[in-house]
């Protein structure tokens, strides 16, 4: 079992920036991918950010976010991090943290995050 607990949302103006935060207990972090999705209303949950696990870090990103966020991790402190510049509008939704092994997968509860003057 992992439990994920999310941070680091709240209202931004346009060409702001948020951290958001994803505390992971329970299980052994380092096996898992770890992701940042995000679901605006009346719209589907969508991949906006994933980091791997292990040695080899590969990273994918969203067409719409590139460039403008970054996703990384921290295994001392078992927390994945997305570091979102240059918000738009458009990025208002709620996000949730991700992990997935081939075993696997848990989500977080999410935080809101809001871009409006």
């Known amino acids: 079992q992992v439990q994920l607990v999310e941070s680091g949302g709240g209202l931004v103006q346009p060409g702001g920036s948020l951290r958001l935060s994803c505390a992971a207990s329970?299980?052994?972090?380092?096996?898992?991918?770890m992701g940042w999705y995000r679901q605006a209303p009346g719209k589907q949950r969508r991949l906006v950010a994933q980091i791997t696990r292990g040695s080899i870090t590969t990273y994918f990103y969203a067409t719409s976010v590139k460039g403008r966020f970054t996703i990384s991790r921290d295994y001392a402190k078992n927390t994945v991090y997305l570091q979102m510049n240059n918000l738009k509008p458009e990025d208002t939704a709620v996000y949730y943290c991700?992990?997935?092994?081939?075993?696997?997968?848990?989500w977080g509860q999410g935080t809101q995050v809001t871009v409006s003057l």
């Open positions: 329970g299980s052994i972090f380092s096996t898992y991918n």
């Open positions: 991700n992990a997935r092994n081939t075993i696997a997968e848990y």
